[in-house]
């Protein structure tokens, strides 16, 4: 059994939110806190958190999605 990866539509938060969203996903991923990812990309803390919940949802709502299919 293969776990399928999944990907997020970065190209959709980009528009949405005129930042840039691999860079700070790359970050999370280092392991760096939102108060560092915002002071040295200059994003506010706030449109942080706001990210973090489209990102989750948008995951959330695909592991539903293949769930529905099996």
């Known amino acids: 059994m293969t776990k399928k990866i999944f990907i997020p539509d ?3 938060l980009i528009r ?6 691999p860079r700070i996903i790359k970050a999370w991923k280092k392991g ?4 560092e990812i915002s ?6 803390y706030s ?6 919940h489209d ?4 995951h959330l709502r695909s ?3 293949h ?3 099996k």
């Open 32 to 35: 760096c806190n939102d108060i």
């Open 55 to 58: 990102l989750e949802t948008e």
């Open 16 to 21: 949405k939110y005129k930042t840039n969203i």
């Open 39 to 44: 002071l040295s990309l200059g994003v506010d």
């Open 47 to 52: 449109m942080l958190q706001q990210i973090r």
């Open 67 to 69: 769930w529905l299919k």
């Open 63 to 65: 592991r539903y999605q």
């Open 10 to 12: 970065t190209e959709k």
